[in-house]
């Protein structure tokens, strides 16, 4: 039961952020928007991972995130690894090319691959600073997969909602991201509520500075 629940609010967080995401792009706008090549490149080299997988048995040890192995680049081929089963490993490239196309849309590429790969990267060194975790994992299923770089990039989107809209409706939606991710991590220690977390407090501060560098250069001009 725990599991079912589990996967079931894991999954709720996901149709939310991507609802926050269609909310702020527009529903009625996506025919007309250019091809996300940010979301096209990082979903190719997510399913070459996967291909990679099955035609070489040794690309898990050789690539995954396994605290005991060396090899700097582990930290980011393990992204592109997936060890979710059939049905696990869908989701996540399902989900990995639906949020980076509605990042794109509203951020831009090049700020989407910046968010996704500050993803990979911060938040295991915030749970050291914050004393979250006793160091790396030890648990294999974490060694691999996209979906916590998606879920951070995916908060980003609740962002970006809540500042632009007044539908209450949209507020609430936006705002339960981060509530429901908190929740998860105190209720069920699901690292992917915690990551959506630290996302959206990201895009808080990336807000800020695109707005304070907006001002200056209109003060400058």
Same mark, same amino acid.
């Given at each position: 039961?725990?599991?079912?629940?589990?996967?079931?609010?894991?999954?709720?967080?996901?149709?939310?952020?991507?609802?926050?995401?269609?909310?702020?792009?527009?529903?009625?706008?996506?025919?007309?928007?250019?091809?996300?090549?940010?979301?096209?490149?990082?979903?190719?080299?997510?399913?070459?991972?996967?291909?990679?997988?099955?035609?070489?048995?040794?690309?898990?040890?050789?690539?995954?995130?396994?605290?005991?192995?060396?090899?700097?680049?582990?930290?980011?081929?393990?992204?592109?690894?997936?060890?979710?089963?059939?049905?696990?490993?869908?989701?996540?490239?399902?989900?990995?090319?639906?949020?980076?196309?509605?990042?794109?849309?509203?951020?831009?590429? +090049? @700020?989407?691959?910046?968010?996704?790969? &500050? $993803?990979?990267?911060?938040?295991?060194?915030? =749970?050291?600073?914050? %004393? *979250?975790?006793?160091?790396?994992?030890?648990?294999?299923?974490?060694?691999?997969?996209?979906?916590?770089?998606?879920?951070?990039?995916?908060?980003?989107?609740?962002?970006?909602?809540?500042?632009?809209?007044?539908?209450?409706?949209?507020? +609430? @939606?936006?705002?339960?991201?981060?509530? &429901? $991710?908190?929740?998860?991590?105190?209720?069920? =220690?699901?690292?992917? %509520? *915690?990551?959506?977390?630290?996302?959206?407090?990201?895009?808080?501060?990336?807000?800020?500075?695109?707005?304070?560098?907006?001002?200056?250069?209109?003060?400058?001009?």
């Amino acid at each position: 039961m725990g599991a079912i629940v589990f996967n079931v609010t894991t999954a709720a967080l996901m149709v939310m952020m991507v609802n926050c995401g269609l909310g702020v792009v527009g529903r009625d706008t996506l025919r007309g928007r250019p091809l996300p090549w940010a979301a096209i490149a990082l979903t190719v080299v997510a399913v070459g991972g996967v291909v990679l997988q099955l035609v070489w048995s040794g690309a898990m040890d050789a690539l995954d995130g396994d605290p005991a192995k060396s090899g700097w680049w582990r930290e980011f081929t393990s992204v592109f690894m997936q060890n979710g089963g059939l049905f696990g490993d869908l989701w996540n490239l399902v989900t990995l090319a639906a949020v980076a196309a509605l990042a794109q849309w509203y951020w831009g590429g +090049a @700020l989407t691959l910046v968010l996704f790969l &500050l $993803g990979i990267v911060l938040p295991g060194r915030i =749970d050291g600073l914050l %004393g *979250l975790g006793d160091g790396p994992s030890t648990d294999p299923r974490n060694f691999a997969g996209s979906s916590g770089a998606t879920y951070f990039l995916g908060a980003t989107l609740a962002l970006a909602l809540l500042t632009r809209t007044r539908v209450p409706k949209e507020i +609430a @939606l936006a705002a339960g991201v981060p509530v &429901l $991710g908190l929740a998860m991590w105190l209720a069920q =220690d699901n690292g992917h %509520g *915690l990551v959506s977390v630290y996302g959206f407090a990201l895009a808080a501060a990336v807000r800020v500075v695109r707005s304070r560098l907006v001002r200056s250069t209109g003060q400058t001009a």
